[in-house]
């Protein structure tokens, strides 16, 4: 966690072994599945490849890994329960 800019950072590494830092937004459950919702934390807000990247928490070998959501119907389904937390937050 970066103390300083109160941020809690993640690095990755994607499948051609390139590494980079998300921060995280937070943690939710969709169909007892967890999913992870982050923002490149190295990426300028204009750039436009800047958003929100949501990615399926699993256990492999009794570590958490993190997989893209490549189902279409699964990524609008958990993107859309992310939306709602979003504003179900802000209500409050």
Do not use: C, H, K
Not at 55 to 63: Q, S
Request: proline letters at 2%; a negative charge; aromatic letters at 8%.
């Amino acid at each position: 966690m970066d103390e300083d800019l109160g941020m809690d950072l993640l690095t990755i590494e994607d499948e051609n072994g390139d590494t980079f830092d998300l921060e995280v937004l937070g943690s939710f459950e969709v169909n007892d599945q967890e999913y992870l919702a982050a923002l490149p934390a190295d990426m300028e807000e204009t750039d436009p490849d800047y958003g929100i990247i949501l990615l399926r928490i699993e256990e492999e070998d009794g570590m958490e890994v993190y997989a893209s959501i490549d189902d279409d119907d699964e990524l609008d389904l958990v993107y859309e329960t992310y939306m709602q937390i979003l504003e179900s937050e802000e209500e409050e």
